[in-house]
């Protein structure tokens, strides 16, 4: 094969452009680390409405992709995109550790790839582009995407009625979110593109299908397993990036907020574990993602049980719920004035002995009209302040918008 390697941006507009010339599925691409790899791509797949409960179930050599809406609906409030929808491939390029593509199963030839679909500019295969790098600077160019004012008031509302059921002892922390309503008025992959560029995102991914697409810029993930090996690291606590993240951890609310959950996840992956085996590898790490800190704990365990056993024990994520988890999300839908779409469910692949899937925040939803929705949240403990609650959802969303004031202020 050749010394150059394509890179990710030009790999998947040319891919893109073939399935368009084919009449094939589009390509999906998984950006940050999956697998541990920084780029895993499904060349083609016809991604497709499905029921929830079967989105990630595997037979075979195939690669299974897909995405699983939150499960809780408000009543006459329609989500954006289907509840799930999944596509089956046989093969992916993973770009391996010396930054060259490597094919499995059914996975076309990149450099043939780009060299017939690519778009004859200087540049060709992009050799020192990175992984969301297209070569040009879209900093200083605004994306089109516009942001209506969300419903701070409900926000408010919903925190203040969460932080009096804390005090009667119903729950110890809920997650609670709000909806921004969108428009964009650009292709859907040049966004993405463009947006992995500028807020680069541990378990990014772009999924395509007649129903839309989505662009997700999660820094959190849900499971990844390999064999009977699983682990699953919950995100709770957060401060703006240009704050010092030593904070996190000076913080009892940030500090309790994360162990709570820590502990549900760990009876989560318990429902299904083997006896003995979940442990937490990793307790309150401060890690950086797009626009904030986090901290980040981690639960690992050992399990027989089939892909889609382990997604019902421990969906949805133990982060965007609360605790206990059955009670929290029985008030998340009276608190809330809106579905959550696909915001708080999960999305990623799978493989006969493998699972891989991130949390679905920081995740735009984009209908076929351009009609686009973005949730946000945090969680909520007897320390939370209204006002700060409300501070945070901004700055988890300002990504979208290159940081700074919110556009609607």
Not at 139 to 155: C, F, K, Y
Not at 171 to 177: A, E, F, M, P
Not at 361 to 380: H, M, Q, W
């Amino acid at each position: 094969m050749p010394d150059s390697t394509p890179a990710v941006p030009a790999l998947l507009r040319a891919l893109h452009e073939r399935s368009r010339a084919l009449g094939i599925g589009p390509p999906a691409a998984f950006l940050g680390d999956w697998c541990g790899s920084p780029a895993v791509i499904i060349p083609s797949v016809d991604l497709r409405p499905t029921r929830p409960e079967q989105v990630f179930s595997v037979a075979g050599h195939l690669v299974v992709v897909g995405f699983r809406s939150f499960p809780d609906h408000v009543p006459d409030d329609a989500p954006l995109l289907p509840a799930a929808v999944r596509g089956t491939a046989t093969g992916r390029l993973t770009l391996a550790p010396d930054g060259r593509w490597r094919g499995d199963g059914t996975a076309p030839d990149p450099h043939e790839v780009v060299r017939r679909y690519g778009p004859p500019s200087p540049g060709g295969t992009g050799d020192d582009e990175g992984v969301g790098d297209d070569g040009g600077d879209d900093d200083e160019v605004g994306i089109p995407l516009t942001w209506a004012a969300p419903d701070r008031r409900a926000h408010r509302r919903a925190v203040v009625d969460c932080l009096e059921a804390i005090r009667a002892g119903e729950v110890y922390q809920t997650c609670l979110s709000t909806r921004l309503d969108g428009r964009l008025r650009a292709d859907p992959l040049e966004t993405f593109l463009s947006l992995a560029r500028r807020a680069p995102a541990a378990r990014s991914a772009y999924l395509e299908g007649e129903w839309g697409a989505v662009l997700a810029f999660s820094p959190e993930e849900f499971l990844v397993r390999t064999g009977d090996d699983v682990r699953t690291s919950p995100i709770k606590g957060t401060v703006p990036a240009d704050r010092d993240p030593a904070e996190l951890l000076a913080s009892a609310k940030d500090v309790a907020e994360n162990i709570m959950i820590v502990d549900l996840a760990r009876n989560d992956l318990g429902r299904v574990a083997d006896v003995g085996s979940v442990r937490v590898s990793d307790l309150l790490a401060v890690r950086p993602a797009p626009g904030v800190h986090h901290l980040v704990s981690t639960v690992t365990a050992r399990t027989s049980v089939d892909h889609d056993a382990l997604v019902a024990a421990t969906f949805p994520p133990a982060s965007v719920t609360g605790t206990p988890k059955q009670r929290a999300r029985e008030l998340i839908a009276g608190w809330e004035p809106r579905s959550r779409g696909l915001h708080c469910g999960t999305y990623g692949f799978a493989t006969a002995d493998t699972l891989d899937l991130a949390v679905a925040i920081r995740t735009l939803e984009v209908a076929p009209d351009g009609r686009c929705e973005l949730g946000v949240g945090g969680g909520i403990t007897i320390d939370s302040d209204p006002d700060a609650e409300w501070d945070e959802c901004v700055h988890k969303a300002a990504f979208t918008w290159g940081g700074g004031p919110a556009p609607w202020l």
